[in-house]
C-alpha cells in the first residue's frame, strides 16, 4: 500500500470517527481501535524489509550478536507507545502510563546483556 493510500484510509477512519461519536458513542472506541490496528499492521508490512537490511548491516559489520537486543528493544518501545496511545485516547491514562512503565523496565532487561559487554570491554581497557 502507498503513502496515498495510507493516508486516504487514516483520513476515512478519522471521518468515521467523528460520526460515530455523534451518532453511536458506543462503537467510536471500537472503530478507533480497529483504524489503528490496521494502521499498524500498514506500519509492519512497510518496516519488515527495513529490519532486514538492518540485520544485514549489523552482520556485515561483525556486530550482528548486538542486533536482536536492539530491535527487540526498538520494537518493544513502539509496540508499548502504540498502545499506550490507544488507552490514552480511550481515556484510560493510568493503564498507558503502567504500559509505558512496563516497556521501559523490558527495555532495560534486554539490554542487560549489552551492558554486561560494555563493562566487559571497559573493565579490559582500564586493566590494558
Known amino acids: 500500500m502507498t503513502v496515498w493510500g495510507v493516508a486516504g484510509a487514516a483520513l476515512l477512519s478519522a471521518m468515521l470517527i467523528v460520526l460515530l461519536k455523534e451518532w453511536q458513542p458506543g ?6 481501535l480497529s483504524a489503528s490496528l490496521l494502521l499498524f499492521g500498514a506500519v509492519l508490512a512497510v518496516s519488515l524489509p527495513l529490519l532486514s537490511e538492518i540485520r544485514a548491516l549489523f552482520e556485515t559489520s561483525g556486530t550482528e550478536a548486538y542486533a536482536l537486543p536492539i530491535l527487540r528493544a526498538a520494537g518493544v518501545a ?3 507507545e502504540i498502545t499506550a496511545t490507544l488507552c490514552r485516547d480511550l481515556g484510560e491514562n ?10 521501559r523496565a523490558e527495555v532495560l532487561v534486554l539490554s542487560l546483556p549489552l551492558i554486561r559487554r560494555l563493562l566487559s570491554v571497559a573493565g579490559e581497557l582500564l586493566s590494558w
Open 27 to 32: 462503537f467510536a472506541g471500537a472503530a478507533r
Open 94 to 103: 493510568a493503564v498507558a502510563e503502567g504500559i509505558l512503565l512496563f516497556g
Open 78 to 80: 513502539a509496540l508499548c
